[in-house]
Nanobody
Framework: QVRLVESGGGLVQAGGSLRLSCAAS????????NGWYRHAPGKQRELVAS???????NYADSVKGRFTITRDNAKKTVYLQMNSLKPEDTATYYC??????????WGLGTQVTVSS
């Protein structure tokens, strides 16, 4: 059974940077892709970035050029480097993994707060 644990959130001023980590435990050989989602109060959850097992990446338009998703297979960890943060990036960020059978696995989330 795969479990995901996010870390790296916090409070940062606008223009600053944070790096989120998503560490997986258990067998990850069944995972086809990983993603970072965020959910802000009063807004719908949105996909921020995703990465496939062959390292194809995809980003929301709102974060292109500022955020970078990477993976370290040896550490079973997926990262989200967030630069030039804006107050509108404030949200709870969740790590997601997609099983090859199509169902998703979620972490508990990490809070990111960007002050103006």
């Amino acid at each position: 059974q795969v479990r995901l644990v996010e870390s790296g959130g916090g409070l940062v001023q606008a223009g600053g940077s944070l790096r989120l980590s998503c560490a997986a435990s258990g067998s990850v050989s069944s995972i086809t892709s990983n993603g970072w989602y965020r959910h802000a109060p009063g807004k719908q959850r949105e996909l921020v970035a995703s990465i496939t097992s062959d390292d194809n990446t995809n980003y929301a338009d709102s974060v292109k050029g500022r955020f970078t998703i990477t993976r370290d297979n040896a550490k079973k960890t997926v990262y989200l480097q967030m630069n030039s943060l804006k107050p509108e990036d404030t949200a709870t960020y969740y790590c997601n993994a997609v099983h090859y059978e199509g169902w998703g696995i979620w972490g508990l989330g990490t809070q990111v707060t960007v002050s103006s």
